[in-house]
């Protein structure tokens, strides 16, 4: 069900290619713009607890488009990723890749909730250009925040958006 939902996360942004400026929320992706077939590192920055209450997991879920992600370990917290099937194989050094990270997650850590904190990967981008949504979850002690919502409306302010990455044509890089 993760699969499908993260998809339609994915296809929504990239067929409605909504405002980069509905990212207003407090889960962000910087930079908000990265050149397709590009190696790039994506920070995820968490602004606020939950209602109070510190951050002690943060997830985030990659669509196909992110490829090869590799989490920076962060001191006090704990890193697990889940490896699922791609529905298209690509090319990575000479090497077919099936299956690659989907989700990440930092774990076991402390975010209070007076602080700011962002979580690290190195990835390479795909050739395809558009938005896509990178959603998050934000665990808290008391409490979870789903940063997963799109919208096809510019004007429109969401409650938990989703983090969203602008892929623009670029050099590429193999």
């Given at each position: 069900?993760?699969?499908?939902?993260?998809?339609?996360?994915?296809?929504?942004?990239?067929?409605?290619?909504?405002?980069?400026?509905?990212?207003?929320?407090?889960?962000?992706?910087?930079?908000?713009?990265?050149?397709?077939?590009?190696?790039?590192?994506?920070?995820?920055?968490?602004?606020?607890?939950?209602?109070?209450?510190?951050?002690?997991?943060?997830i985030v879920y990659l669509p196909e488009s992110i490829m090869g992600a590799k989490p920076m370990p962060k001191a006090g917290w704990t890193i697990e990723t889940e490896i699922k099937a791609l529905s298209q194989p690509y090319t990575s050094h000479g090497k077919e890749i099936k299956q690659d990270v989907r989700v990440i997650r930092w774990k076991s850590g402390q975010l209070p909730d007076e602080h700011y904190d962002e979580f690290v990967m190195m990835t390479r981008l795909g050739s395809k250009t558009g938005m896509v949504a990178l959603p998050?979850?934000?665990?808290?002690?008391?409490?979870?925040?789903?940063?997963?919502?799109?919208?096809?409306?510019?004007?429109?302010?969401?409650?938990?958006?989703?983090?969203?990455?602008?892929?623009?044509?670029?050099?590429?890089?193999?």
């Open positions: 069900m993760m699969k499908n939902t993260v998809s339609r996360f994915c296809y929504a942004s990239l067929v409605f290619g909504f405002a980069i400026s509905n990212a207003w929320g407090h889960a962000t992706v910087s930079p908000k713009q990265a050149g397709q077939d590009s190696y790039q590192r994506l920070s995820f920055g968490i602004t606020h607890g939950c209602e109070g209450s510190p951050t002690v997991e943060v998050i979850t934000q665990i808290c002690e008391k409490g979870r925040m789903d940063w997963n919502q799109v919208s096809d409306e510019a004007s429109k302010k969401l409650a938990f958006p989703a983090p969203v990455l602008e892929i623009v044509p670029g050099q590429h890089h193999h």
